[in-house]
Nanobody, 111 residues
Framework: QVQLVESGGGLVQAGGSLRLSCTASGSAFSIYVMGWYRQAPGKQREFVALITSAGNTNYADSAKGRFTISRDNAKNTVYLQMNSLKPEDTAVYYC?????WGKGTLVTVSS
């Protein structure tokens, strides 16, 4: 069983930044695709970003140019650097290592 633990969420003003972290239990972290998703109140969970074992990245249109996903395989950790945050980025952010999910971390962006 893999456990994913997110951290780094919080309350930030519009235009601010946050860095989310997700640490995974288990071995062979480096070979897996890792992703971030989010779920805003009353909405479905949506894709934000992913990073492959080779370090290739993919972003949702809403995240391009503002968010950066990265990974530190030595620490079994994936990060999501979020800049220029907007109120519409308010959501619970979830880490994903298919088929596992973390419990999420809440990001609230005030206007």
């Amino acid at each position: 069983q893999v456990q994913l633990v997110e951290s780094g969420g919080g309350l930030v003003q519009a235009g601010g930044s946050l860095r989310l972290s997700c640490t995974a239990s288990g071995s062979a972290f480096s070979i897996y695709v890792m992703g971030w998703y989010r779920q805003a109140p009353g909405k479905q969970r949506e894709f934000v970003a992913l990073i492959t074992s080779a370090g290739n990245t993919n972003y949702a249109d809403s995240a391009k140019g503002r968010f950066t996903i990265s990974r530190d395989n030595a620490k079994n950790t994936v990060y999501l650097q979020m800049n220029s945050l907007k109120p519409e980025d308010t959501a619970v952010y979830y880490c994903n290592k298919p088929p596992y999910w973390g419990k999420g971390t809440l990001v609230t962006v005030s206007s």
